[in-house]
């Protein structure tokens, strides 16, 4: 017989990205259809009770195992056959005696103790005398103490006899025994002795030293007694003579080793494999033998507990695996290990559930060495093809705020994040992927409600907590119920009546009548907003064709996608709450309350519930998800990428799984795609980052993109979600003729009879803001400029100018005022012998943009083909003819992604003249007449932000017109910018 006191401790138990050129086809999965498999079960979690190997007493027919708070067995070595160890009413504890008896007792002021034979199951009642308390107990003994100091307790002669016990000094405390007796700590004179009391009540003093009396240093194995010493020496003693030491050896390892006592002629001890897990009761250690006569030790078990039982003849009864095998083993003087039994399976149980995008979270009452822990635990579902669970994967245990009694409720916000109320009614986050503890929120709550990236919390008033930041977005008044779906938040403010709104914005974005009482309960998902007015009166509120549906009497509810699952009376159905499937029983949880022993997936379909035997099942809900919710629930689109300050962050939260999904970003939202991402699965959120450079690595050019988000849902009866956000791109390549402001937008260049250069900033199809730079007269006379890209790659727009020597240069204003001063590089000379300068952009496919020129003397069209080192390639005739046109480069007019050319007539007719981006024209198209009017056209680029190149046009009286583009090769109406243009000799 020997006590432990144990000192107990828990112990535990991205998507590829890739970029393509093109856009890839999406597949599907039938996860969650109605005619996917009727249901998944999934196994109840069994594991080998931790309990069976924690050993408490061996007797001569059995041993105990087990704790007080977990129960304890007896189990007889003959046929390892284990029962329950019975407890008495008020009872709760098993003491060993050495023998097939056990005390049971209600701890140390029971009053009276229960003797009872394991063999035959007699028992005896023994009463402890008033004022004493009950010490301990072997053989047929019990011994008390108090304030008449130790005595002992056992019947004889059919009655129960008290025998005082006379020691020498005060009684300490009582440590290990066998059958015949148990060793006492005494405090004599101020010294600390070892004594051992025996049946006849007589204190007997031993030789042994006192000077480390703890476990693993003295242990009692049968008749014989080991103590190990701070010298490192081991002496054996026989308990019926402690006078006389029957063996002396050197045992190394005192400081690390655990001492487990004598078995045949060898002393074992017990070293821990490593340091994850020190209990004694656990399965950590290997021991080994050390002989009486010396000799190398022998390893006896390689995996084994560090908490034996002996029994009287000294065959050592302890938990051990063996061949993989765990169980209870006896080891006898030869030291071969023989297995008495195996450790039985327990099963674990299921508090609380939640179930979202296709994955299954549970807090499990696990059984561990200390009792139950409640553990989280997740399971990912599949989302395409039959359905299937993945492992089950453990996130930790955390005893303060998941009690084993009672912890807490979970909701699972459909991004990868649980959230729940932690004991002191803080709000706790666990973020996707991570393990408890949990992450403190910093906000308080008597309920909560949430979904994506947040969480709506009630107490003095309203608050919207926002999960990435942990700042909140929505502050407002207290409202009877409340409910979030995304970033929309329903409340109830007046009676039957739910208001949301956008608690980005705070804005009202729809009203609901809901129920006839004055504060229902309400859901929210996607479309659809469930309201409980009591167990007796609720309903669905479609927020799209703004009917309500009523619901059966029920005893609580959840809201799915179309659908909602409810209880009564311990039997769980489902209703189609539009009607097209009515109302099936889905089966019967072993707890009715919702997310205690059942749950539904709003984001995906599914419902999930726990039977009596533990097992989970997950049942498609057999409704046809909601065509009004397939869209995404939220978006985090930031307004403006800067690609100076490096990549920014896109996301949306989508409202089901996603078999694979891909993102396109287009320049304007209608050119080519620019960047693709794509990923396999996605469970809530989608992420991507942009850089601002397209799929070669290029920065693209500044200006309004569009992201395209395409998924396919999970389940075949949905179609694509589709998203598209738009955002303003700016630090890449300047858009054409962007100079001022790097907004995007087009700008005017004119010059001034005086030699003023003025660049004229537009916006809102207008050119207002003016930056000026003086000094183009003399030499510097201007008598043709081009605004052009950025020929050099230096991050600036260009502007070519020609001076009245015919000499070209490239000039860089880098934002900043256009000055003969300004850097530039010169092109060449002999440049006066064309009379038209024009860019459309780029027009031969290469990414860079060109210049056009015609010649005077022959009216021939040239192409000049930037070299990309900031100068041209060698000029190639590309039309003949073009004498009497006024030209001017207008970008992309048509949409084809080729630049493109526009000419006017000399009968004022205004012709385009596609480009093929091959360094050719196509053949031209009638845009109108009646141009004439005109003494200007310029293509000044994107003037309204509407991705789509745009012209002005100055009339004879100095009015100037813009004309915006309809990305088609025309334009809409013109709209007058303003009068007194004639100020300037040339605009371009």
């Known amino acids: 017989m020997r006590r432990h006191t144990l000192v107990r401790s828990a112990v535990a138990t991205v998507t590829a990205i890739g970029i393509a050129a093109g856009i890839a086809p999406l597949t599907t999965g039938a996860a969650f259809a109605a005619d996917a498999p009727s249901e998944l079960v999934i196994p109840a979690d069994q594991r080998t009770d931790p309990n069976a190997t924690v050993l408490n007493a061996a007797g001569e027919s059995g041993y105990l195992s087990g704790w007080t708070k977990t129960g304890?067995?007896?189990?007889?070595?003959?046929?390892?056959?284990?029962?329950?160890?019975?407890?008495?009413?008020?009872?709760?504890?098993?003491?060993?005696?050495?023998?097939?008896?056990?005390?049971?007792?209600?701890?140390?002021?029971?009053?009276?103790?229960?003797?009872?034979?394991?063999?035959?199951?007699?028992?005896?009642?023994?009463?402890?005398?008033?004022?004493q308390l009950f010490a301990g107990a072997f053989g047929d003994v019990v011994v008390t103490d108090g304030s008449l100091g130790l005595s002992l307790m056992y019947w004889e002669d059919g009655k129960v006899q008290e025998k005082r016990v006379r020691t020498a000094g005060s009684a300490a405390a009582l440590h290990y025994g066998n059958k015949d007796g148990i060793l006492v700590q005494e405090s004599v004179s101020g010294m600390t002795m070892l004594s051992w009391l025996g049946r006849d009540g007589v204190v007997r003093s031993t030789h042994l030293k006192a000077e480390q009396f703890d476990t693993g240093?003295?242990?009692?194995?049968?008749?014989?007694?080991?103590?190990?010493?701070?010298?490192?020496?081991?002496?054996?003693?026989k308990t019926s003579d402690f006078?006389?030491?029957?063996?002396?050896?050197?045992?190394?390892?005192?400081?690390?080793?655990?001492?487990?006592?004598?078995?045949?002629?060898?002393?074992?001890?017990?070293?821990?494999?490593?340091?994850?897990?020190?209990?004694?009761?656990?399965?950590?250690?290997?021991?080994?033998?050390?002989?009486?006569?010396?000799?190398?030790?022998?390893?006896?078990?390689?995996?084994?507990?560090?908490?034996?039982?002996?029994?009287q003849d000294g065959t050592m009864v302890i938990g051990a695996v063996v061949d993989g095998h765990q169980g209870v083993y006896a080891v006898?003087?030869?030291?071969?290990?023989?297995?008495?039994?195996?450790?039985?399976?327990?099963?674990?149980?299921?508090?609380?559930?939640?179930?979202?995008?296709?994955?299954?979270?549970?807090?499990?009452?696990?059984?561990?060495?200390?009792?139950?822990?409640?553990?989280?635990?997740?399971?990912?579902?599949?989302?395409?093809?039959?359905?299937?669970?993945?492992?089950?994967?453990?996130?930790?245990?955390?005893?303060?705020?998941?009690?084993?009694?009672?912890?807490?409720?979970?909701?699972?916000?459909?991004?990868?994040?649980?959230?729940?109320?932690?004991?002191?009614?803080?709000?706790?986050?666990?973020?996707?992927?991570?393990?408890l503890p949990a992450r403190k929120l910093g906000v308080d709550a008597v309920g909560l409600s949430a979904s994506g990236h947040y969480v709506a919390t009630a107490l003095d008033g309203i608050k919207v907590t926002d999960f990435d930041t942990g700042k909140q977005v929505y502050n407002g008044p207290a409202a009877s119920g409340?409910?979030?779906?995304?970033?929309?938040?329903?409340?109830?403010?007046?009676?039957?009546?739910?208001?949301?709104?956008?608690?980005?914005?705070?804005?009202?974005?729809?009203?609901?009548?809901?129920?006839?009482?004055?504060?229902?309960?309400?859901?929210?998902?996607?479309?659809?907003?469930?309201?409980?007015?009591?167990?007796?009166?609720?309903?669905?509120?479609?927020?799209?064709?703004?009917?309500?549906?009523?619901?059966?009497?029920?005893?609580?509810?959840?809201?799915?996608?179309?659908?909602?699952?409810?209880?009564?009376?311990?039997?769980?159905?489902?209703?189609?709450?539009?009607?097209?499937?009515?109302?099936?029983?889905?089966?019967?949880?072993?707890?009715?309350?919702?997310?205690?022993?059942?749950?539904?997936?709003?984001?995906?379909?599914?419902?999930?519930?726990?039977?009596?035997?533990?097992?989970?099942?997950?049942?498609?809900?057999?409704?046809?998800?909601?065509?009004?919710?397939?869209?995404?629930?939220?978006?985090?689109?930031?307004?403006?990428?800067?690609?100076?300050?490096?990549?920014?962050?896109?996301?949306?939260?989508?409202?089901?799984?996603?078999?694979?999904?891909?993102?396109?970003?287009?320049?304007?939202?209608?050119?080519?795609?620019?960047?693709?991402?794509?990923?396999?699965?996605?469970?809530?959120?989608?992420?991507?980052?942009?850089?601002?450079?397209?799929?070669?690595?290029?920065?693209?050019t500044n200006g309004r993109y569009t992201w395209e988000l395409y998924s396919a849902s999970a389940d075949l009866n949905s179609p694509l979600v589709l998203a598209k956000s738009s955002f303003t791109l700016t630090g890449a390549t300047p858009a054409p003729r962007d100079f001022i402001g790097d907004d995007a937008y087009g700008d005017l260049l004119a010059f001034t009879p005086s030699g003023v250069a003025d660049f004229r900033g537009g916006k809102d199809g207008k050119v207002d803001a003016k930056v000026s730079g003086s000094g183009w007269t003399g030499a510097n006379t201007v008598t043709a400029a081009v605004p052009f890209d950025d020929i050099d790659g230096d991050g600036s727009n260009d502007v070519l100018?020609?001076?009245?020597?015919?000499?070209?240069?490239?000039?860089?204003?880098?934002?900043?005022?256009?000055?003969?001063?300004?850097?530039?590089?010169k092109i060449g000379g002999g440049w006066n012998i064309f009379d038209s300068l024009t860019s459309t952009g780029d027009f031969t496919g290469d990414g860079r943009a060109d210049l056009i020129a015609r010649e005077a003397s022959t009216g021939d069209l040239y192409l000049y083909e930037a070299n990309g080192s900031g100068n041209f390639k060698g000029r190639v005739k590309i039309g003949t003819g073009w004498k009497g046109y006024t030209l001017t480069g207008a970008g992309d007019l048509n949409g084809d992604r080729a630049t493109d050319l526009l000419a006017r007539d000399a009968s004022g007719v205004l012709w385009l003249y596609p480009g093929t981006g091959k360094g050719e024209l196509a053949p031209r198209t009638k845009v109108g007449g009646g141009w004439q009017t005109y003494d200007s056209l310029v293509g000044a680029g994107d003037l309204n932000g509407d991705g789509r190149p745009d012209l002005l046009a100055r009339d004879t009286t100095g009015v100037l017109w813009s004309y915006a583009g309809d990305g088609k090769g025309n334009f809409a109406g013109r709209q007058r910018i303003g009068g007194g243009w004639q100020m300037y000799k040339y605009i371009a």
């Open 72 to 131: 304890f067995h007896w189990t007889t070595y003959a046929d390892g056959v284990t029962k329950p160890v019975t407890m008495p009413k008020g009872m709760n504890t098993a003491w060993g005696t050495g023998t097939d008896t056990l005390v049971l007792t209600g701890g140390r002021d029971t009053g009276a103790v229960i003797q009872r034979n394991m063999k035959d199951g007699s028992e005896r009642t023994i009463p402890l005398p008033a004022g």
């Open 801 to 825: 100018v020609r001076l009245a020597n015919g000499e070209l240069r490239a000039y860089k204003p880098s934002g900043k005022a256009l000055t003969p001063s300004t850097p530039y590089t």
């Open 243 to 311: 006078w006389q030491a029957d063996q002396y050896l050197t045992l190394p390892g005192y400081g690390d080793d655990v001492l487990l006592g004598a078995v045949g002629d060898n002393v074992l001890v017990a070293r821990r494999i490593d340091d994850s897990a020190k209990l004694y009761s656990s399965l950590n250690y290997r021991v080994v033998a050390r002989p009486f006569k010396g000799g190398p030790e022998r390893v006896v078990l390689d995996r084994a507990t560090a908490m034996p039982q002996f029994k």
């Open 482 to 700: 409340f409910a979030l779906s995304g970033s929309t938040l329903w409340s109830t403010g007046e009676p039957a009546v739910a208001d949301a709104l956008d608690v980005r914005t705070g804005k009202r974005v729809d009203r609901a009548v809901v129920g006839d009482c004055a504060a229902p309960a309400l859901q929210a998902q996607g479309a659809s907003l469930y309201w409980q007015c009591g167990p007796g009166k609720s309903g669905v509120y479609d927020t799209v064709t703004k009917k309500s549906v009523d619901l059966p009497a029920h005893q609580g509810a959840l809201l799915g996608d179309g659908y909602v699952a409810w209880q009564k009376d311990g039997v769980l159905s489902v209703t189609d709450v539009r009607g097209t499937t009515g109302t099936h029983v889905v089966g019967k949880p072993a707890d009715a309350r919702p997310g205690r022993g059942w749950t539904v997936d709003p984001f995906g379909g599914a419902v999930a519930y726990v039977d009596a035997a533990g097992d989970t099942h997950v049942v498609p809900s057999g409704v046809d998800t909601s065509k009004a919710t397939r869209k995404v629930l939220d978006e985090d689109i930031p307004a403006t990428l800067n690609a100076k300050s490096g990549a920014a962050k896109f996301r949306w939260w989508l409202p089901r799984p996603a078999g694979n999904w891909f993102l396109v970003l287009r320049k304007d939202g209608r050119g080519g795609v620019v960047r693709q991402v794509e990923g396999d699965v996605a469970r809530g959120p989608i992420s991507a980052e942009w850089d601002g450079r397209d799929s070669k690595g290029r920065l693209a």
């Open 332 to 435: 006898g003087s030869s030291l071969d290990a023989t297995k008495i039994v195996d450790a039985p399976s327990v099963r674990s149980t299921t508090t609380r559930i939640s179930l979202a995008q296709g994955r299954l979270n549970t807090v499990d009452l696990v059984p561990g060495e200390d009792g139950p822990e409640a553990r989280l635990r997740g399971i990912d579902l599949s989302l395409s093809g039959p359905l299937t669970a993945g492992p089950r994967t453990d996130r930790g245990l955390d005893p303060k705020e998941f009690p084993a009694d009672g912890a807490p409720d979970l909701q699972a916000s459909g991004d990868g994040r649980l959230v729940y109320r932690g004991p002191d009614g803080g709000v706790r986050v666990i973020d996707e992927g991570a393990k």
């Open 217 to 237: 240093r003295i242990e009692v194995s049968g008749d014989r007694l080991v103590q190990w010493t701070k010298d490192g020496k081991a002496t054996v003693w």
